[in-house]
T-cell receptor, first 115, second 115 residues
Framework: GAGVSQSPSNKVTEKGKDVELRCDPISGHTALYWYRQRLGQGLEFLIYFQGNSAPDKSGLPSDRFSAERTGESVSTLTIQRTQQEDSAVYLC?????????????FGPGTRLLVL | AQSVTQPDIHITVSEGASLELRCNYSYGATPYLFWYVQSPGQGLQLLLKYFSGDTLVQGIKGFEAEFKRSQSSFNLRKPSVHWSDAAEYFCAVGAQDTGRRALTFGSGTRLQVQP
């Protein structure tokens, strides 16, 4: 079946602009995660959604970052007033639930470059 | 809070040689442990995972990992490396008993395979 998809695959923007990144999880997966991967580094957790529960936003680096998810479907990550340090690959993952045991399936990522 | 250390940033091995990638974690209870591989331009793929039971875990592509509680380690091994194994490898830990469901990743080990 289809995996996690993300769009756009690449995004170049100017400092100060807002960007919106999209994630389509695997159908039936109730948990959805956003991570950030800076060049040469591991993944940093940003935010996760589980069903209709309040999202865990503990990883968002600043109030310029926000995310939404409608039900158990698409999620969008928005970065307002982008800064050069926001340049990274943004990865989305989904899993059947968030009990911790479930495998997280990752999308190909959106590579963001802020000029 | 949990943390993961991958001491080796970059490793080069000859094709056919054995491989061991190190991973040490810090977590107060029994963790969930994962190894993911990221090939150039591709998303993360799960190699194997440990939740409980047998401490030697078999994964895909001929990889295995051993959970050693006394050493807080979860090293990844392969008896004979193939050129196609060249990639970046990430160890990750998940929490069993906290509200935090996202994974904590190490900074990765880049594997280069010499012919």
């Amino acid at each position: 079946g289809a995996g996690v998809s993300q769009s756009p695959s690449n995004k170049v923007t100017e400092k100060g602009k807002d960007v919106e990144l999209r994630c389509d999880p695997i159908s039936g997966h109730t948990a959805l995660y956003w991570y950030r991967q800076r060049l040469g580094q591991g993944l940093e957790f940003l935010i996760y959604f589980q069903g209709n529960s309040a999202p865990d936003k503990s990883g968002l680096p600043s109030d310029r970052f926000s995310a939404e998810r409608t039900g158990e479907s698409v999620s969008t990550l928005t970065i307002q007033r982008t800064q050069q340090e926001d340049s990274a690959v943004y990865l989305c993952a989904s899993s059947l639930d968030s009990l911790g045991q479930e495998t997280q399936y990752f999308g190909p990522g959106t590579r963001l470059l802020v000029l | 809070a949990q943390s993961v250390t991958q001491p080796d940033i970059h490793i080069t091995v000859s094709e056919g040689a054995s491989l061991e990638l190190r991973c040490n974690y810090s977590y107060g209870a029994t963790p969930y442990l994962f190894w993911y591989v990221q090939s150039p331009g591709q998303g993360l793929q799960l190699l194997l995972k440990y939740f409980s039971g047998d401490t030697l875990v078999q994964g895909i592509k001929g990889f295995e990992a051993e959970f050693k509680r006394s050493q807080s380690s979860f090293n990844l091994r392969k008896p004979s490396v193939h050129w196609s194994d060249a990639a970046e490898y990430f160890c990750a830990v998940g929490a069993q008993d906290t509200g935090r469901r996202a994974l904590t990743f190490g900074s990765g080990t880049r594997l280069q395979v010499q012919p």
